[in-house]
């Protein structure tokens, strides 16, 4: 699949969701956990934009990045996200999700929806940073 982020529908507006550490959290594994399911259904891979298609999100309803996470963390009335705040725990020094490592790089860069289908389980799944 080689996922491309800028394939991907973004904001052109700041969307301006002000979601809770809680909320990002609760939407971001809802999320991939019906990308996981969807994939496996469907015996192809599925992307976030299928998500909020299927949720009916108009696009400038639709968190920064396709990403609750990258929502929560933006600067305030920017587009720009602040990785080291994410609340998802992506491992590596960097903790971020484009890291080498990550579920998310494994999703993204694949061809196979078991593949896909697994790893987007494993975002779903990922823990929490804990918070200083």
């Not at 301006?16 to 259904?41: F, G, N, P, S």
């Not at 999703?107 to 940073?129: F, M």
């Amino acid at each position: 699949m080689i996922y491309d982020v800028v394939s991907e529908l973004m904001c052109e507006e700041v969307c301006d969701m002000e979601l809770t550490r809680e909320e990002a959290v609760r939407l971001h594994r809802q999320m991939w956990l019906w990308i996981a399911k969807e994939t496996e259904r469907q015996k192809q891979i599925v992307f976030k934009t299928d998500y909020f298609k299927a949720m009916k999100t108009k696009r400038e309803d639709m968190p920064l990045n396709t990403c609750y996470c990258c929502e929560y963390t933006r600067g305030e009335g920017t587009k720009n996200t602040r990785c080291e705040l994410c609340p998802m725990l992506w491992g590596g020094a960097d903790n971020h999700c484009l890291n080498k490592n990550s579920p998310f790089r494994a999703w993204s860069n694949t061809y196979n929806w078991r593949v896909a289908a697994k790893a987007a389980r494993a975002i779903a799944e990922l823990p929490e940073r804990k918070v200083d």
